[in-house]
């Protein structure tokens, strides 16, 4: 059970800290899954290398494809702490990804919200980042605008890779402002993390993400993202081809096998 606390946070902020969520264990079998798929990845890699020849692996639906990340989607304690804090009667999980920069892989991840890149609608939509190195300002630590998640507003999805291909233009979706530029006028949050620590983050909350600028130390970092009962299926523009489901459509409820319930187990 979470305290009160630390659920009116989520609600309030849009993205709470919860430390030490995750077990040495289910970090240890997080990493050598990354490992492999780093190794030979899925059908969904979308990892690149920067001009100065470091790496950005990532990935998603990997729970697809491997049982350590079907485990840990299905029967670590994010189901049921989503319910909680999401104030869910059911939990259905959405989609898993990859997040490894590594050593010297300066390139910054770009401020956005991230339900428009993704065929969902309803509030009841969140994430879980899981920490599997220290993770520090200087090493690529997420930041996030508090209370972003009640504007409302849908910003257009653009690509995250250098020379990524463009999005396809969401109906009333707007350019996101320039928050690098105007920080102060932003109350902005983050942590230092350690192995282990969790963040979990509304759908529509605004964030971004520095450049892992140490060359000691890797900055892996593992999602998932699960829905309650209140989400449907979206099948308009805008979203990321590769989460799409062809079986769905607009308004439909997103239980389905790509989307399996996972809570109650």
């Known amino acids: 059970m979470l305290p009160a606390e630390t659920i009116e946070t989520f609600q309030r902020d849009g993205a709470v800290l919860l430390r030490g969520a995750i077990s040495a264990e289910w970090v240890a079998r997080m990493r050598a899954a990354i490992d492999r798929d780093i190794a030979e990845h899925g059908p969904f890699c979308h990892g690149y290398t920067l001009e100065n020849g470091r790496k950005f692996n990532g990935n998603m639906r990997v729970w697809e494809n491997d049982p350590d990340f079907h485990d840990y989607c299905f029967n670590s304690p994010l189901p049921g702490l989503a319910a909680e804090l999401m104030g869910a009667k059911r939990i259905t999980l959405f989609y898993d990804q990859l997040f490894v920069k590594e050593e010297g892989s300066d390139h910054p991840t770009r401020w956005h919200n991230d339900q428009p890149y993704w065929p969902v609608r309803g509030r009841q939509v969140m994430s879980f980042w899981l920490a599997l190195d220290e993770v520090t300002a200087d090493s690529g630590r997420l930041e ?42 932003y109350r902005l949050i983050s942590w230092d993390m350690q192995p282990g620590d969790v963040i979990a983050f509304h759908a529509m909350a605004v964030h971004g993400a520095g ?14 993202r699960y829905c309650g009962e209140d989400a449907t299926y979206f099948g308009g523009p805008g979203p990321n081809a590769g989460l799409r489901n062809p079986s769905l459509n607009t308004g439909d409820d997103l239980a389905s096998d790509q989307y399996p319930v996972v809570w109650p187990g």
């Open 211 to 224: 450049g892992n600028h140490r060359l000691d130390r890797r900055r892996r970092g593992y999602t998932v």
């Open 144 to 185: 996030f605008v508090a209370g972003s998640h009640d504007w409302e507003r849908w910003f257009q999805p653009e690509p995250f890779a250098p020379g990524g291909a463009d999005y396809e233009r969401g109906e009333n979706y707007e350019d996101i402002p320039d928050i690098e530029a105007h920080r102060d006028d």
